[in-house]
């Protein structure tokens, strides 16, 4: 195939997209989800109080994202990569920007994705292959590694992490392989080969508790953003290298020091890794993937429907 390797960030709705390439060769900003406008005071998240004592007026939506109700979602600062070598035909690595292919490649798939509920659901996806209909995943066939700073964690936060993608790999088969702790900070340039940290492969998912200097979007009522980026070589079907998760260091705290708020907190944390793996917001508020919390904690029949797809992804030793 051809002598390019093109890197697609995360997109925002069901409208097919090309793997658009830069000239530039930088590599823009990662992630993606509830940078969006309309944003409510920011006391909305503090405001909030838990569904019980159930005498308490209902507030039936909450922003995951500093999202007013009526706001349509804009999510993700989409942009696109462009690397000019095919994997592992640079001749010195100081030259390399991506790695060996076939890194952990099995011959057939790790795990087997949840049969989702009968009964269907709303979802979409983050990005489309080329068909307009194929949801660009992760490769089912090798795992997808992650690894967590702990700095500024939530007591308890670990815990989310390690329940949340059990979780994700229940439903979707993919296989998780936590790589431990790292001091790699969030970064939207982050390079997704990162050989001098990472070794001969693409570097993991990075999931960090991020402060407000650090991500300046949690200042506001976001709670946590994530997303993945997808590389595709020649015209071949996009797949999701790397990614991160960021979640708000303060508002986690926060929320998991009121009652109820474990569940809250869980559910976020849910939600943000279903951005990771591709799913995208939707405009149904039974749903997981609404942009805004409601009283729907946990996966609901569309965004398991969505997550099984995810996890029916081609393999793509190539990469
Ligand atoms: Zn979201």
């Known amino acids: ?16 997209r090309g793997l658009r390439t830069s000239p530039t060769g930088r590599v823009p900003q990662w992630v993606l989800d509830e940078a969006v406008g309309g944003r409510q005071p920011s006391a909305a998240w503090r405001a909030w109080t838990p569904a ?21 979602v804009v999510a993700v600062l ?15 690595d100081a030259d390399r920007t991506a790695p060996s292919p076939g890194v952990e490649a099995s011959d057939g798939r790790l795990g087997t994705p949840l049969t989702p509920p009968a009964a269907g659901g709303t979802f979409a996806f983050a990005q489309l292959q080329d068909d307009g209909v194929t949801p660009v995943a992760y490769d089912p066939c090798r795992p997808v590694h992650y690894v967590v700073r702990p700095d500024n964690a939530p007591y308890g936060g670990e815990q989310l992490i390690t329940d949340a993608v059990a979780q994700m790999s229940a439903v979707t088969g993919l296989r998780f392989i936590v790589d431990g702790a790292t001091d790699e900070a969030p970064d939207e340039q982050r390079q997704p080969f990162q050989p001098d940290r990472y070794g001969d492969r693409w570097a993991p998912v990075l999931v960090t508790w991020d402060t407000v200097t650090e991500q300046p979007d949690f ?27 960021e979640l708000d260091a303060a508002q986690f705290t926060d929320i998991l020091s009121r009652p109820g708020g474990q569940a809250v907190a869980r559910a976020i944390v849910l939600h943000e890794f279903a951005h990771l793996v ?22 609901a029949a569309g965004d398991l429907a969505g997550l099984s797809r995810l996890g029916a992804g081609a393999c793509e030793p190539s990469l």
């Open 52 to 72: 019980e004592p159930p005498a308490l007026p209902a507030r039936k939506q909450r922003p995951w994202a500093g999202i007013g109700t009526a706001v349509v």
């Open 78 to 92: 989409s942009a696109a990569w462009f690397l000019g070598l095919l994997p592992g035909v640079a001749t010195t």
């Open 278 to 299: 591709g799913l995208d917001h939707v405009d149904d508020p039974t749903q997981l993937m609404y942009p805004t919390t409601s009283d729907v904690l946990d996966f």
């Open 1 to 16: 195939m051809g002598g390019s390797v093109r890197q697609q960030q995360d997109g925002r709705s069901q409208t097919p």
């Open 219 to 245: 200042a506001a009522d976001v709670a946590g953003q994530a997303g993945s980026l997808a590389v595709s070589v020649g015209d071949g079907p996009g797949v999701y290298v790397t990614g991160a998760v």
